[in-house]
């Protein structure tokens, strides 16, 4: 197999669309034939639908622990934002390489498969796997399915990389991100009647105070000794969805919250909370003008936070890898807290910076990459002889 560039390796990952909504198989077919070419086995986790994947790949002996490096291949979408360029079609101007994805976080995968040749080059002592997973952006869906075969077909990892967008700073802790849905259900009926019915986004709006009332009590108590920038947990209303008419009472709606958790327990008891409120208010409310009157929420997905463990291997390492003395947290989630859930000591040290990511004519410099191989170089070395 030819030997690519990270540089070389970022330009053709980019060009796959793998925005959440789409399939991501082609991607998974090039990495798979990739690592092929250097006679790495892959093995392929599929989604129960067939149209996604994960991919995982192991180099050395894989009946030893060893060390992970994990990333995703989805990136967000693009609609409405106002791009230069074809995003999906990598391009260069100075030390900057634009494209959706190069800085979250194909920049970091790109650099996984650069390493490919060195860490064959001789035996390592303890193996290097690949995690490449699915449906990150839309809450980590993907990862459950590869911490599963990890703990089913391979004996305990010593560290997990999580190569997300952090200047190749080291972070050792995020909050949880946990996304759930609300739909109320009332009775649709003309609105010069609304006697004969009842107004689902009237009741939705009730709720909604209620969750805006949570999110200022959590503000106004800050967690002493919190290492967040925020340091509480915060509540959020995202999208609203109801109605069909102005002169028609809504006898549907529908809402989608968002809870980041400093710690574990907290998602858990905001939605007890909220759930109570919702049982012993609003239904009873509604119910008096309709009987079938209900209110459901459930969760589309609920990630751990990464909860820091200061001088865990994982942190050790990254920090000597990577040149830094410090550990930061950041306030978003990743796939990081579901291995450390898993048992795993886990840290998150990835080319880019957030700030880049995302965003219209999104970027990273080709710095960061040079940075992510030498912090992989050094994973190697230590693999090697460890």
Not at 145 to 161: C, R, Y
Not at 181 to 190: F, Y
């Amino acid at each position: 197999m030819t030997h690519l560039s990270e540089i070389e390796l970022l330009d053709r990952l980019v060009g796959f669309n793998t925005v959440s909504s789409r399939s991501n198989l082609d991607i998974v077919d090039f990495i798979k034939t990739y690592l092929a070419g250097f006679g790495v086995e892959s093995v392929i986790i599929p989604d129960a639908t067939g149209t996604k994947a994960n991919l995982f790949a192991t180099i050395g002996p894989a009946d030893r622990p060893g060390y992970v490096l994990s990333g995703h291949t989805d990136v967000v979408p693009v609609d409405g934002q106002n791009w230069s360029r074809d995003p999906f079609a990598m391009w260069r101007e100075n030390d900057r390489l634009y494209g959706r994805g190069t800085s979250d976080m194909k920049g970091f995968l790109a650099c996984m498969l650069a390493g490919v040749p060195a860490m064959l080059k001789e035996p390592l002592a303890a193996p290097i796997h690949f995690a490449f997973s699915y449906d990150e952006e839309v809450g980590c869906l993907g990862v459950y399915d590869i911490v599963e075969h990890m703990t089913k077909a391979l004996p305990p990892q010593l560290a997990v990389f999580v190569g997300e967008p952090t200047g190749m700073g080291v972070v050792g802790g995020h909050k949880g991100s946990t996304g759930l849905i609300t739909t109320v259900t009332g009775k649709a009926c003309h609105s010069s009647r609304p006697d004969l019915g009842v107004n689902a986004i009237f009741h939705a709006h009730d709720l909604i105070g209620e969750l805006h009332g949570y999110a200022a009590e959590l503000r106004a108590a800050p967690e002493a000794g919190s290492p967040f920038e925020l340091p509480y947990t915060t509540v959020s209303v995202g999208v609203i969805q109801g109605g069909t008419a102005r002169n028609a009472i809504p006898g549907d709606c529908a809402f989608q919250w968002d809870i980041r958790a400093t710690k574990a327990g907290v998602v858990e008891a905001l939605v007890e909370r909220f759930r109570a409120f919702s049982d012993e208010k609003v239904v009873p409310a509604m119910r008096q003008g309709f009987a079938d009157s209900t209110v459901a929420t459930s969760f589309a997905y609920d990630v751990p936070p990464l909860v820091p463990d200061a001088g865990s291997h994982a942190e050790t390492l990254a920090k000597r890898f990577a040149g830094r003395n410090e550990v930061t947290t950041v306030n978003y989630g990743s796939e990081a807290g579901i291995f450390q859930a898993a048992g795993m000591p886990t840290i998150v040290c990835g080319p880019g910076r957030d700030s880049e990511a995302h965003i219209t004519d999104e970027w990273i410099a080709v710095e960061q990459l040079e940075r992510c191989v030498g912090f992989i170089d050094k994973l190697i070395d230590h693999a090697r002889h460890a």
